[in-house]
């Protein structure tokens, strides 16, 4: 049974990091893509990160450019998102998703929650002070 579990998430300060990592069983991640999205109460589901497999190319929604990183190691069949400079309004459960072979030559699609068919169950993250 395929699985997707997220994990990493917890309460930081503004201006803190935290890594959150997305790991696969019962599947392995070669060739698909793999994309980090969030939700915030009373709000929806919206793209954060995504990174395909095999080229690694990546994209990123404005509001996390320059603060947050993807990177995948499919050889331990997990996903990390390293996430700095974190704000308030960074605060949301985080999902990670799998799409197989969606490529990036439109990139805003990887974005997109509607792409993706598995998906985890979300790990909490806070920032407040």
């Known amino acids: 049974q395929w699985q997707l579990v997220e994990s990493g998430g917890g309460l930081v300060q503004p201006g803190g990091s935290l890594r959150l990592s997305c790991v696969a069983s019962g599947f392995t991640l070669d060739y698909y893509t793999i994309g980090w999205f969030r939700q915030a109460p009373g709000k929806e589901r919206e793209g954060v990160s995504c990174i395909s497999d095999p080229v690694g190319s990546t994209n990123d929604a404005d509001s996390v450019k320059g603060r947050f990183t993807i990177s995948r190691d499919n050889a331990k069949n997990t996903v990390y998102l390293q996430m700095n400079s974190l704000k308030p309004e960074d605060t949301a459960v985080y999902y990670c998703?799998?799409?197989?072979?969606?490529?990036?030559?439109?990139?805003?699609?990887?974005?997109?929650?509607?792409?993706?068919?598995?998906w985890g169950q979300g790990t909490q993250v806070t920032v407040s002070s």
């Open positions: 998703a799998a799409a197989f072979k969606l490529n990036l030559r439109t990139p805003a699609r990887c974005l997109s929650p509607s792409a993706y068919g598995r």
